[in-house]
């Protein structure tokens, strides 16, 4: 006999990436709404009192997006045009002695007063050869931008 999967509604007090905006009533597991969604002030029980609390949060979340969304536009314009230089040692053949990966692309940017977040570089496998890549950088859940990437020998 296959056993019923209990599901809790609740009410999203705040924006959340994967289950909705403001508002929204939402589905999820007991084990999940108890201990992070409702600890952490995400989401609520769908009650009278809840309801009248999320028009308030809405407004707040409206200003909050719009502000989001102007700083996500600024940092795709910058980032739209970007290029980064790593000086690697490598062999004849071109491979590299190391490799260039997120973490040393996200501290290449932090050089420039660009803060991302080593996730949000969307590299398959870390450079191991001499060239020019494009990598991709999510900096929102719809909008990635492409950086050039030039690993090139010392003294080159």
């Known amino acids: 006999m296959a056993r019923k999967?209990?599901?809790?509604?609740?009410?999203?007090l705040e924006d959340h990436e994967h289950l909705g905006n403001v508002g929204d009533v939402v589905e999820v597991k007991p084990g999940y709404a108890h201990n992070y969604l409702m600890p952490g002030g995400i989401a609520c029980p769908v009650t009278p009192d809840s309801l009248r609390l999320v028009e308030r949060a809405k407004?707040?979340?409206?200003?909050?997006?719009?502000?989001?969304?102007?700083?996500?536009?600024?940092?795709?314009?910058?980032?739209?045009s970007f290029s980064l230089t790593f000086e690697e040692r490598a062999s004849e053949e071109g491979h590299l002695f190391g490799s260039v990966g997120p973490a040393d692309i996200v501290g290449a940017l932090a050089a420039q007063q660009i803060e991302i977040d080593e996730k949000k570089i969307l590299l398959e496998h870390h450079l191991k050869e001499l060239g020019i890549f494009n990598v991709p950088i999510r900096i929102d859940a719809d909008k990635t931008v492409e950086i050039r990437v030039w690993v090139v020998e010392p003294g080159t």
């Open 59 to 80: 407004v707040r979340a409206g200003e909050e997006r719009r502000v989001r969304a102007a700083r996500i536009l600024d940092l795709a314009k910058r980032l739209e």
């Open 5 to 12: 999967r209990r599901m809790l509604s609740l009410l999203l």
